[in-house]
C-alpha cells in the first residue's frame, strides 16, 4: 500500500487538568526531519515525542506543533512575592522619599500596584502523566494524518499504474520492432552494395556476415528482459505493507539505465521516438515516486 508524504491533520484534547491542541504536516524529504513547536512544560518529552513519530513515519519533513494549556492554574500552582524585587523597591522608595523629603512612611498600599511583585509559581507538571494523556492525543493525530496520506496514495498509484502500462507497450512495440529493423537494413545494404558496386553480384556470405554484425551490434533482448522485469518488481511494491519510496526510487534508476542503452544501440527512428517517449514517462514517475514514503 502506497503513502504519501504529504499529508495534515488535526486534533484537540482536554480534562480538568489540560487543554491541548495538535497539529501536524508532512511534504516530502529524503529522510525523516522532525521539527517540533511545543510549550516548555512539554520539554522533558521532547524524546518520547520524536520517539513516537519515528516509530509511524519513516521518511519525510514533520512540522509537529504542541499546545498544552493547563487548566485551573490557581489549584496547580502558588501566587507568591517576588523578594528579591520587593525589597529593591522598598530600599528605592525610601531614597525616594529621603531626597524629594516626603513625609508620611511607606505602607503595603505603595506596594500594590508596583509591577512584578506578585509571581504565579506553577508546580511542575507529572511527567509520566502528563505523557499518558499525549500519547493518546497523538495517536489520534497520527491515525488521521495517515488517513490523508494513504488516501493520497490511493491517487499516486493510480497515476503509476497508468504510466507503467503506456512504458510496458511502449516496450511490447520496440521488442516487435527489432527484428524488422534488421530485416531492413538487410534490404538498404543490398540495395545500397548493388548501387555502388552497379549490379556485380556480390558474395551473399558477405552481405550475411555484416548483417549479423549489424544485428549483434543493436540487440537489446537482453535490455527489454531486464527491462520488463524491473516493470514487474515496481508493480508488486504496490502491495507492500512497509515504506517503498526508496526501492521505486532505486527500480527507476536501473529502468532509465536500460532504455538509455536500448536507445543507443538502435538506430531506427521509430524505436528512438518509443525509446523518448518512454523516458518521459519514467521522469514523471520519478517526480511522482519524490512524494512517496
Same mark, same amino acid.
Given at each position: 500500500?502506497?503513502?504519501?508524504?504529504?499529508? /495534515?491533520?488535526?486534533?484537540?484534547? @482536554?480534562?480538568?487538568?489540560?487543554?491541548?491542541?495538535?497539529?501536524?504536516?508532512?511534504?516530502?524529504?529524503?529522510?525523516?526531519?522532525?521539527?517540533?513547536?511545543?510549550?516548555?512544560a512539554l520539554t522533558p518529552l521532547e524524546d518520547r515525542?520524536?520517539?513516537?513519530?519515528?516509530?509511524?513515519?519513516?521518511?519525510?519533513?514533520?512540522? +509537529?506543533?504542541? *499546545?498544552?494549556?493547563? *487548566?485551573?492554574?490557581?489549584?496547580?500552582?502558588?501566587?507568591?512575592?517576588?523578594?528579591?524585587?520587593?525589597?529593591?523597591?522598598?530600599?528605592?522608595?525610601?531614597? !525616594?522619599? %529621603?531626597?524629594?523629603?516626603?513625609?508620611?512612611?511607606?505602607?503595603?498600599?505603595?506596594?500594590?500596584? !508596583?509591577?512584578?511583585?506578585?509571581? /504565579?509559581?506553577?508546580?511542575? !507538571?507529572?511527567?509520566?502523566? +502528563?505523557?499518558?494523556?499525549? @500519547?493518546?492525543?497523538?495517536?489520534?493525530?497520527?491515525?488521521?494524518? *495517515?488517513?490523508?496520506?494513504?488516501? %493520497?496514495?490511493?491517487?499516486?498509484?493510480?497515476?503509476?499504474?497508468?504510466?507503467?502500462?503506456?512504458?510496458?507497450?511502449?516496450?511490447?512495440?520496440?521488442?516487435?520492432?527489432?527484428?524488422?529493423?534488421?530485416?531492413?537494413?538487410?534490404?538498404?545494404? #543490398?540495395?545500397?552494395?548493388?548501387?555502388?558496386?552497379?549490379?556485380?553480384?556480390?558474395?551473399?556470405?558477405?552481405?550475411?556476415?555484416?548483417?549479423?554484425?549489424?544485428?549483434?551490434?543493436?540487440?537489446?533482448?537482453?535490455?527489454?528482459?531486464? +527491462?520488463?522485469?524491473?516493470?514487474?518488481?515496481? #508493480?508488486?511494491?504496490?502491495?507492500?505493507?512497509?515504506?517503498?519510496?526508496?526501492?521505486?526510487?532505486?527500480l527507476l534508476q536501473e529502468m532509465n539505465r536500460e532504455?538509455?542503452?536500448?536507445?543507443?544501440?538502435?538506430?531506427?527512428?521509430?524505436?528512438?521516438? +518509443?525509446?523518448?517517449?518512454?523516458?518521459?514517462?519514467?521522469?514523471?514517475?520519478?517526480? *511522482?515516486?519524490?512524494?512517496?514514503?
Open positions: 500500500m502506497i503513502k504519501s508524504m504529504t499529508g /495534515y491533520a488535526q486534533t484537540t484534547f @482536554a480534562d480538568q487538568q489540560f487543554q491541548m491542541t495538535l497539529s501536524v504536516k508532512t511534504v516530502n524529504n529524503r529522510f525523516l526531519d522532525i521539527n517540533l513547536r511545543m510549550n516548555s515525542i520524536k520517539s513516537y513519530v519515528s516509530s509511524r513515519l519513516s521518511r519525510g519533513r514533520v512540522d +509537529l506543533s504542541l *499546545q498544552l494549556i493547563t *487548566q485551573e492554574k490557581m489549584e496547580n500552582g502558588n501566587l507568591a512575592v517576588n523578594w528579591s524585587l520587593a525589597r529593591t523597591y522598598g530600599r528605592l522608595l525610601t531614597e !525616594l522619599k %529621603e531626597q524629594m523629603q516626603l513625609s508620611g512612611s511607606l505602607s503595603v498600599t505603595d506596594f500594590l500596584s !508596583l509591577k512584578d511583585l506578585f509571581v /504565579y509559581e506553577e508546580k511542575a !507538571l507529572s511527567e509520566e502523566a +502528563l505523557w499518558t494523556k499525549l @500519547a493518546s492525543a497523538l495517536k489520534r493525530l497520527f491515525d488521521g494524518l *495517515q488517513k490523508m496520506r494513504v488516501q %493520497e496514495g490511493k491517487h499516486l498509484s493510480a497515476d503509476l499504474v497508468a504510466r507503467l502500462k503506456t512504458i510496458q507497450q511502449g516496450t511490447d512495440l520496440i521488442a516487435q520492432k527489432v527484428p524488422k529493423v534488421v530485416e531492413a537494413y538487410q534490404v538498404r545494404l #543490398k540495395e545500397r552494395i548493388q548501387k555502388l558496386t552497379k549490379g556485380i553480384e556480390i558474395d551473399p556470405a558477405r552481405l550475411a556476415q555484416e548483417v549479423a554484425i549489424m544485428a549483434d551490434r543493436s540487440d537489446v533482448s537482453e535490455e527489454l528482459t531486464r +527491462l520488463g522485469s524491473h516493470v514487474k518488481q515496481f #508493480k508488486t511494491l504496490f502491495k507492500e505493507t512497509l515504506p517503498v519510496g526508496k526501492k521505486m526510487e532505486f532504455v538509455n542503452t536500448i536507445g543507443s544501440k538502435s538506430p531506427d527512428s521509430e524505436v528512438s521516438h +518509443l525509446v523518448v517517449g518512454i523516458k518521459a514517462e519514467l521522469e514523471k514517475i520519478r517526480e *511522482q515516486v519524490q512524494n512517496i514514503e
